[in-house]
């Protein structure tokens, strides 16, 4: 079975702190994927990467930033939080098809 | 622009009824599409997928139908139970592995 983890569940930090989320996925996948899910408004992509060191924005990364250091591994990375990155952050993996599978999600809470 | 939306937010269904999950589509290029169920807290499940070459698709207790002629897709759950409680998110390919998906639906089952 496709695993996909997540590095934290919940999270809750502060505005302005710098944030990690990690993300690995242990199927030697080439493709990772960011996403939030807010309310509403369904998932929408932050970044992706097709391969090591290689990523691409989505549809909302401002605000965030991505590393893909190794295959298995994909980080999303908040500068400096805001209130209205508070969320559920899902990250997804894919080899060459388009069937994506995610992770457990992290719901993160600036304050 | 272009979108993948779903008909209705909610659904409420009594336990062993069908349940149909509709889905409408305005890319008309897109050749690839996705059903996934998100559980209270879990990040999505894939379920069930269709290629555009295909009219319907069969899963256990689930079919996905595939109507081009008005970019509609759904998904058909058979006698469903409470564990199929979730939300229901279809999502299509927009090409370089990346897929787009809609808002949601909520399924509640009643005992």
């Known amino acids: 079975d496709v695993k996909v983890t997540q590095s934290s569940r919940y999270l809750v930090k502060r505005t302005g702190e710098k944030v990690f989320l990690e993300c690995v996925q242990d199927?030697?996948?080439?493709?990772m994927f960011w996403y939030r899910q807010d309310p509403g408004l369904g998932l929408r992509l932050i970044y992706f990467s097709y391969d090591v060191k290689m990523k691409e924005k989505g549809d909302i990364p401002e605000g965030y930033s991505v590393s893909r250091e190794k295959k298995e591994r994909f980080s999303l990375i908040l500068e400096s939080a805001s209130t209205n990155q508070t969320s559920m952050y899902l990250c997804?993996?894919?080899?060459?098809?388009?069937?994506?599978?995610f992770g457990p999600g992290t719901r993160l809470t600036v304050l | 622009g272009e979108s993948v939306g779903l008909h209705l937010p909610t659904l409420s269904v009594q336990e062993g009824d069908n349940s149909i999950i509709n889905c409408a589509y305005s890319n008309s290029a897109s050749d690839y599409f996705i059903w996934y169920k998100q559980e209270s807290g879990k990040g999505p499940q894939f379920i069930i997928d269709i290629r555009s070459n295909m009219d319907k698709r069969q899963g256990q207790r689930v079919t996905v139908l595939l109507n081009k002629t008005v970019k509609h897709l759904s998904l058909q759950i058979a006698a469903t139970q409470p564990g199929d409680s979730a939300v229901y998110f279809c999502?299509?390919?927009?090409?370089?592995?990346?897929?787009?998906f809609g808002a949601g639906t909520t399924v509640t089952v009643r005992a």
């Open positions: 199927m030697d996948h080439e493709n």
């Open positions: 997804a993996s894919s080899s060459q098809t388009d069937t994506q599978y």
């Open positions: 999502a299509e390919n927009k090409g370089d592995y990346k897929l787009s």
